[in-house]
């Protein structure tokens, strides 16, 4: 019999395969969102600077949502980022 069958069969084991997957799925998304927004940032402004990655890398899914609409409009970094100082 195939592991990931027995695996599945177990309720404990197979409840925390699948929050592992979930989990898994999730993080994965919040990477793409934060490799499409610094793309797309990049293009716009030229190459990021440590202030703003770092901004990036901690953003939460709300930030960037507001980010990648404020992107649109925005004349400078700053603008869509905001100031320079840490969150």
Known sequence: MPLLNS????????????????????????????????????????????????????SSPQQREEWSIRLLKAETLEAVLGSQTPL
């Open 7 to 58: 695996i599945l069969e177990n309720k404990v084991l197979a409840r925390e395969y699948k929050r592992g997957l979930q989990e898994g799925r999730q993080e994965g998304h919040e990477e793409g969102e934060k490799t499409m927004l610094r793309r797309q940032i990049v293009a716009r402004f030229g190459t990021l600077p440590d202030w703003a990655e770092d901004r990036l890398a901690k």
